[in-house]
């Protein structure tokens, strides 16, 4: 079976203690970006993965959730942010650009900015370079290019996403959770058990030795270990009552705008799918 991690050194402290404990019998991992995640799960070509919320939201019925685990800040996160030349609650009729790695991202800005700044850009599928070239007024960025270029706020203004979110809900944001489909947990719910202990395992080693993990991924994106350090510090990988609510608020938003189906109850795997007797 095969599971799949998001290529962006936010989940150095997963992947890393992954690798070097070596293989999960039965598993084989993939990394790709968090749009061809949402893919790759959706048409069954991954059993598992870390997915992005609005994918979740998107197709529900089709998943069941790790309770344990998923990708999340409590304010400022770094690397999900709006790089703009005026304020971002001027940029009403201007046009923003926008990353085509990330669902989720692109749905948090659009309420950040409509719902919570009450403007309404132009959209656009773009790149950096419409900002460093004129062609945009924003670009929204996200993951190990965000980081980089977050070194050049002196030019731009940088608006974190999370952080606004927390401001406006109180909630922290939930970018990425751990998805299952729903006939590989009924398959194969032992096989899902292990991996869902080694995940866990993995998460706990690389929080305890983040200052290591740190140093061996800032050159990925021309940090200094320090900085990088921060960074990481800063992500959050426990799926608490509180970050579920905060998920469930993303959801009502979404939902109340006609962007995924009505809110639902989170379909987290309960234990009884790994008490199966024979």
Known sequence: MRIGFVQYINTAPIMIPWRESGPLSGWESVEATPSELNRLLHVGEIDTGMISSFEYGLHPDSYHLLPELCISSTGAVKSVILLSRIPAGELGGKIVSLTPQSATSV?????????????????????????????????????????????????????????????????????????????????APYAVDALRERLISCVRTGQREIVRIASIVAPQVYLTPASCLSYLEGIEYD????????????????????????????????????????
Do not use: C, H
Not at 248 to 264: K, Q, V, Y
């Open 107 to 187: 749905a948090l800005l659009r309420i950040l900015l409509e719902d919570f700044f009450n403007v309404r850009p132009l959209y656009q599928a773009g790149s950096s370079e419409d900002l460093a070239v004129g062609t945009s007024d924003a670009y929204l960025a996200i993951g190990d290019e965000a980081l980089r270029l977050a070194r050049n706020k002196r030019e731009f203004l940088v608006t974190d996403l999370a952080e606004i979110w927390l401001q406006k809900t109180g909630l922290p944001f939930v970018f990425a959770v751990w998805a299952v489909r729903n006939e590989v947990l009924e398959k």
């Open 239 to 278: 799926f608490s009552s509180q970050k579920r609510r905060g998920l469930l608020e993303f959801f009502r938003r979404l939902s109340d705008r006609g962007e995924i189906p009505p809110a639902m109850d989170l379909r987290l795997i309960p234990r009884s799918f790994y008490e199966v007797t024979e």
